[in-house]
Every structure is written in C-alpha cells, then in structure tokens.
C-alpha cells in the first residue's frame, strides 16, 4: 500500500523555508501549494508530476479491526473518581454486580469499568 509520508514531507519544507512570521493558517496553506507544484518525476525525467507523490513509500499495515463488543482495558483511564461513566445518577437499588469481576455497575452499563467483561 502507498501512505504518504507527511512527516518527511513537512521536514523538507520547513528546512527550505522561513516562516518566522507566518500564521498557522498561512503556513499550512503555503504547505499545501508546496506539495501541489510540480517537479520533475524523479523515475522518469522527462515527465512532471505533484511533489506530493515524491513523498509516497510502499508499507505494508496489518488491517485494523475494531470489534465494538470487546473491551480491553489499558489502564490509562481508572474509575476512582467518577471520570467516566453514565452522566445521570442512578439508584441502583437491585445491585448489578460484574460477573466475572463483581465490580459494582450502574444499569445501563454495556462493559465492565474494572475488567472490561462484556455484560
């Protein structure tokens, strides 16, 4: 698959160009003309194409599959405090419990907040 390598292509321009007073705005605007203009193909000379397919490199990404019925928990983000979960406060007057954790959990709750058990 082709990617395009953003990252060396804003190096390259930033190394060739002052923009000591420029916006952020102008800045990414004059960015983008940069790789629109044309340049010599550097496979074959006697064709020009966009400076932007000078920067494509070949990689190969395993796909990314993303299952909204599995939580895997990563740590970055704990439940002392309240930081996350249903915004209303609920009386949980029956006790939902985890079944494999046996955290507390309020009643709409799809996914355990301690384990990441699917309920």
């Known amino acids: 698959m ?6 060396k292509a804003a190096q390259e321009y930033m190394s060739k160009h002052t923009l000591a007073f420029s916006t952020p705005e102008l800045t990414l605007m ?8 044309t ?10 194409i966009p400076r932007m397919l000078t920067f494509m490199t070949e990689q190969d990404f395993a796909p990314v599959l993303i299952d909204d019925e ?8 704990k439940n002392s405090g309240k930081m996350y979960g249903n915004p209303s406060l609920e009386n949980v007057t029956k006790g939902k419990f985890c079944s494999e954790c046996g955290a507390k959990l309020s009643s709409t709750a799809k996914f355990c907040p301690e384990c990441g058990t699917t309920q």
């Open 2 to 7: 082709e990617v395009f390598d953003g990252k």
């Open 30 to 37: 004059r960015f983008a003309f940069w790789l629109g203009d």
């Open 39 to 48: 340049v010599p193909d550097p496979k074959n000379k006697e064709n020009s």
């Open 70 to 77: 599995t939580y895997v928990p990563t740590g970055a983000v």
